[in-house]
C-alpha cells in the first residue's frame, strides 16, 4: 500500500486541505494526516477537537488523522513512510514549502515530498482566513467542509 503523510496544525481543516487529500489519494492508497500540535502557533481550536474535525471531514475517504509533535522526519520513520505530500496556493507557498523540503531531505535522504496545487476556487483558503472569519461571526460554510461547521457550531 503507497501511503503520504499531509501534515500541518489543520486549525482547523478546510476545503483547500480536503482538495489535497483527494489529489492525493489518486497517487496514494492512503493518507495520514499529520495533525502538529503546535503550541508556539497557539491554535484555536485543541489537537483533540481537530483530530476529530480531520476524522469527521475526511470519513469517506482512506485517511487516519494522528497527532504528532516534533520533526516530520521523525513521525515519518515512526510510520514507515517515504513521501510528504504538500499545497501549493502561491509563489510565497513554493519558496516556504521548497525550503522545507530540502530541510526534511537533508534529515532523510529516502524523504521526498510531492507538492499539489488545489483548485482555483480553493487558492485563497487558509486556516488563518477561518479563524479571522470566526473571530467576527462570518460565514465560513464555503470554505470549510460541512461536517467541520456542524461541529464548529455545537462548540459553541
Not at 482555483?120 to 470566526?134: C, K, W
Amino acid at each position: 500500500m503507497k501511503k503520504a503523510i499531509y501534515s500541518g496544525t489543520f486549525d482547523p481543516i478546510t476545503n483547500g486541505h480536503i482538495d489535497i487529500i483527494k489529489r492525493g489519494l489518486k497517487v496514494f492508497d492512503q493518507i495520514i494526516v499529520a495533525v502538529a500540535v503546535s503550541d508556539a502557533k497557539k491554535p484555536m481550536f485543541d489537537l483533540d477537537q481537530r483530530v476529530a474535525y480531520v476524522n469527521e471531514a475526511t470519513k469517506t475517504m482512506n485517511v487516519k488523522a494522528i497527532p504528532f509533535d516534533g520533526l516530520l522526519v521523525d513521525f515519518a520513520k515512526q510510520q514507515n513512510i517515504k513521501t510528504i505530500i504538500r499545497g501549493l496556493r502561491a509563489v510565497s507557498d513554493f519558496e516556504y514549502e521548497l525550503q522545507m523540503g530540502y530541510a526534511n531531505s537533508s534529515l532523510d535522504n529516502d524523504l521526498d515530498t510531492v507538492y499539489f496545487m488545489p483548485k482555483l476556487q480553493n487558492a485563497f483558503v487558509s486556516s488563518s482566513i477561518v479563524r479571522e472569519v470566526l473571530k467576527f461571526d462570518g460565514d465560513i460554510s464555503h470554505i470549510v467542509p460541512n461536517e467541520v461547521l456542524q461541529m464548529i457550531k455545537k462548540r459553541d
